[in-house]
């Protein structure tokens, strides 16, 4: 007899479905070394048999891999591989990667280019400058809360303020191990990035460090992605941020201009429709 599928079926696979994601994106944030699965349940709020099924379906696909040594689980080669069949969420990523590189040079400091994704943000290039001491805070493809860098700061300070709230706290629980801000410290932060149109973070991530950071001009006012310069702090003092902000906006413009997103964005949804 043909198996007839029903309402509760299709919801029990939406859940399944639904919980699988959120487990990828939590092992994506933990990186190479992977994570135990007691701290998987804690993030998610999984019960242990559950995370422990959803995982097992993952290894099976290939798109998980769990240490024999250590027994924590981290991404599998099987997403290397759907990922290299994907659309770049870029599509003129050279041309932009060119741009970053560009302000890198001018600045002579360390560039990030990162973009939005779900409540975190992705750090999509990183462009080292020429002077000798580095700030590298953030590698190629680490993952981390959106309001644990100061890239992220400004993409929240461009969304309405409840939106913004919502992710700040959803980001949270996350932050002690990303950075050095309180939840409070993120939403003063964001607050000021509101009033100035960019974002300056004095420590805020790593001791030491300064970055100040901009978002690029998005579709709808609502940008996906943001640059960051970030250097030893005493590379940036208070009297070089808004030069650094200068630079910043308009490399941001030519990102926008080179992705089509600036013209959206003047437009607004009005003249869109």
Known sequence: ???????????????????????????????????RILDLCHATGLSRPTAHRILRSLQLAGLVRQSPETRRYALGSGLFE????????????????????ELAAATEDTVYLMLRSHDDVLCLWRAQGAYPIKANVVALGDRRPIGASVAGLCLLAALPE?????????NSPYLPEFCRMTPED????????????????????????TAVGMAVPGSYQRPCMA???SAISSRIPPGRIPALAVQLRRSAAKIAAITGSDSAARQGPAAKA
């Open 227 to 229: 640059l960051s310069v």
């Open 1 to 35: 007899m043909k198996h007839e599928t029903t309402d509760t079926d299709s919801t029990a696979g939406a859940q399944t479905v639904d919980r699988a994601c959120e487990l990828l994106r939590e092992i994506a944030r933990t990186g190479v070394g992977g994570v």
């Open 82 to 101: 759907l990922g290299m069949a994907a659309p770049n969420p870029v599509a003129q990523f050279p041309q932009v990667r060119s741009v970053v590189e």
């Open 162 to 170: 409840a939106e913004s709230n919502g992710l700040i706290a959803a």
């Open 186 to 209: 993120v939403a003063r932060h964001v607050g000021e990035a509101r009033d100035k149109g960019y974002s300056v973070g004095v420590n805020a991530v790593m001791e030491g460090v």
